[in-house]
């Protein structure tokens, strides 16, 4: 096919594709693009006699692409990429008079500690935008970024879909929240002794702390696994209870008052928060403005 050939392929038609490539369902793409399920199946049938290849078998409730769609994504999803960009890089933005929808990803921790102050200064400067926060971590964050259900995310990430950019703006290290009235800072043996709460979103009973314990010999007792920070100041109040938590989320817990904050009494590495981002939209105008306010608001000193 040459250029003058393009004339005849309907761009909708490989956005189509590439939503059930990601969906594997007719009824999810027709959802993820505004559409009626029936315009979704004409478009597969003209996709089909576009590419000469049946493209999705039906498996049971899902449809699984064949070799021919498997080479025609590994190709076409970088190119739609490059269009993306082109087209973005001739838009202006203007904050101030932007009324554009956001979809930013956020794992439990950084929208409780860190997001507060990054929603002040977005209200200040865009008044009009409209934030949409979904909640990720590092297993949520490469189906939600290559989905295109979120444009930006903010956590602790592994593995990223191909195209997906990624810095750290976060380098902290977890504090011990307590609220009893016992002076002193906790021993390791009164740490290991003590009963212990975290926050799970999956529901585990242990974490990177348990880690640390088992390199010296030494476990705690996990007596409560809560999904968010926000309900861990109410539970502790009163109890011997504590909790090992980021720096960032033990400074909003200890502001509301009722709680104190220490160093843990072991030594533990420090853990990075990294913004990861589509690389569609990498030079956009208003997510390159989205990405810098995100750095300035969430990040730390030395990652700017």
């Known amino acids: 096919m040459n250029r003058n050939d393009l004339r005849r392929v309907d761009l909708n038609l490989l956005i189509v594709f590439e939503t059930l490539m990601h969906e594997r369902s007719v009824t999810r793409a027709a959802e993820k693009l505004f559409l009626g399920q029936p315009a979704i199946s004409a478009a597969l049938s003209r996709l089909r006699s576009l590419f000469d290849d049946p493209l999705f078998v039906r498996t049971g409730r899902s449809m699984e692409p064949t070799a021919r769609a498997?080479?025609?994504?590994?190709?076409?999803?970088?190119?739609?990429?490059?269009i993306s960009t082109a087209v973005s890089r001739a838009a202006d933005f203007n904050p101030a008079t932007s009324n554009a929808v956001f979809r930013i990803g956020l794992s439990d921790d950084v929208e409780f500690g860190l997001m507060p102050p990054l929603i002040k200064r977005l209200r200040a400067e865009a008044p009009g935008v409209v934030l949409v926060i979904r909640r990720t971590n590092y297993l949520l964050m490469p189906?939600?970024?290559?989905?295109?259900?979120?444009?930006?995310?903010?956590?602790?990430?592994?593995?990223?879909?191909?195209?997906?950019?990624?810095?750290v703006v976060r380098r902290s290290k977890a504090m011990l929240l307590r609220a009893d009235t016992v002076p002193g800072a906790l021993s390791l043996d009164d740490y290991c002794a003590r009963p212990h709460a975290l926050v799970s979103f999956a529901g585990d009973l242990g974490?990177?702390?348990?880690?640390?314990?088992?390199?010296?010999?030494?476990?705690?007792?996990?007596?409560?696994?809560?999904?968010?920070?926000?309900?861990?100041?109410?539970?502790?109040s009163g109890t011997d209870i504590v909790a090992s938590?980021?720096?960032?989320?033990a400074a909003v817990l200890t502001a509301a008052g009722g709680l104190r904050t220490e160093p843990l009494p072991l030594e533990t590495q420090t853990f990075e928060l990294h913004m990861a981002w589509r690389g569609a939209q990498d030079n956009d105008p208003a997510e390159r403005w989205l990405r810098s306010r995100i750095q300035m608001f969430i990040g730390d000193p030395d990652s700017l």
């Open 70 to 82: 498997q080479e025609i994504f590994g190709l076409l999803s970088p190119a739609l990429d490059s």
């Open 207 to 236: 974490g990177f702390v348990d880690s640390e314990l088992e390199k010296l010999g030494r476990k705690r007792r996990v007596v409560l696994a809560v999904p968010q920070f926000n309900a861990l100041g109410p539970l502790l």
């Open 245 to 249: 938590v980021p720096d960032y989320t």
């Open 143 to 167: 189906g939600l970024l290559s989905s295109g259900e979120i444009s930006v995310g903010v956590a602790y990430t592994e593995e990223l879909p191909a195209n997906a950019k990624r810095k």
